[in-house]
């Protein structure tokens, strides 16, 4: 991520015998501490533009690849840690085959698109601004997971954000414009934006598939309360998607049967 152009931390020493890094320090202030409707298009402008130096450096056979297995692993964190243990349900088999489908559904696309390097927590809370040099926004951080894999993942972890909310039409615009500096740079985006724009939104139902078990996860196992109000923006961002691709409405109709609500309306592009 250096030789990229990123601002990472630098490792100034290490003894990896004890567990000890020691580490430049790139300051407290998070994206999601400034973020407001003041700020917002100048950080997100400097997050998707670092987005961009980061997958035009992309080598295949230097991270993990982010393949079928990983996906649907995450995926199944779903009925999992979501369906049996927040919910305390049991799916039939009708319903475990409808979910299992959608997962191979939703695969096709994810494993179809561009591959590059995938940060695969680019949010609010990992990216840094820095207050005194705001020509290096931002801050990375919380990449030990990274993986090779589709090129709308970390857009979609920035845009579509489980600890921040922003109107639909605004979040269009921002994909809009990461979409332009990437074939500007030359990454090997889709050449129709409504092509993208369906592939971004494919790699969301994804994301907050797993992050939706991830949070469950974490409050029942791990005793962490906190995850809990986020859920209903992760849920509303899965529905939303869901409804406007035909492939993924009987998903969405097996989120209102688990979830005991009416089908929402959102915006259509």
């Given at each position: 991520m250096l030789d990229a152009g990123l601002n990472v931390p630098k490792v100034m020493a290490q003894d990896?015998?004890?567990?000890?890094?020691?580490l430049s320090d790139l300051g407290d202030t998070t994206?999601?501490?400034?973020?407001?409707?003041?700020t917002a298009d100048a950080l997100y402008r400097?997050?998707?533009?670092?987005?961009?130096?980061?997958?035009?450096?992309?080598?295949?056979?230097?991270?993990?690849?982010?393949?079928?297995?990983?996906?649907?692993r995450?995926?199944?964190?779903?009925?999992?840690?979501?369906?049996?243990?927040?919910?305390?349900?049991?799916?039939?088999?009708?319903?475990s085959r409808l979910l299992q489908n959608t997962f191979a559904v939703l695969n096709?696309?994810?494993?179809?698109?561009?591959?590059?390097?995938?940060?695969?927590?680019?949010?609010?809370?990992n990216l840094m601004v820095c207050c005194d040099k705001p020509q290096q926004n931002p801050g990375v951080l919380d990449f030990q997971d990274a993986v090779y894999g589709p090129i709308t993942y970390d857009l979609v972890s920035l845009l579509k954000d489980a600890y921040i909310a922003?109107?639909?039409?605004?979040?269009?615009?921002?994909?809009?414009?990461?979409?332009?500096?990437?074939?500007?740079?030359g990454l090997p985006v889709a050449e129709d934006f409504a092509d993208f724009y369906r592939d971004f939104e494919w790699m969301?139902?994804?994301?907050?598939?797993?992050?939706?078990?991830?949070?469950?996860?974490?409050?029942?196992?791990?005793?962490?309360?906190?995850?809990?109000k986020d859920m209903p923006l992760v849920m509303d961002y899965l529905r939303r998607a869901c409804v406007r691709y035909i492939e993924l409405r009987p998903f969405l109709r097996l989120l209102d049967k688990i979830e005991e609500t009416r089908p929402q309306v959102g915006y259509t592009f």
């Open positions: 990896i015998e004890r567990g000890f890094l020691l994206y999601l501490s400034e973020l407001n409707q003041t400097d997050a998707w533009s670092a987005l961009v130096k980061l997958q035009l450096a992309s080598r295949a056979g230097v991270l993990p690849p982010y393949d079928e297995a990983l996906l649907t995450e995926m199944q964190l779903f009925p999992d840690w979501y369906v049996a243990r927040h919910l305390g349900l049991t799916l039939d088999d009708k319903d096709r696309n994810l494993l179809a698109q561009p591959q590059v390097y995938v940060h695969r927590d680019y949010h609010s809370r922003w109107e639909e039409e605004r979040v269009l615009d921002w994909t809009v414009r990461y979409w332009e500096s990437a074939r500007q740079a969301g139902v994804q994301r907050h598939i797993k992050i939706l078990g991830i949070f469950a996860r974490l409050y029942h196992r791990d005793g962490k309360e906190g995850y809990l």
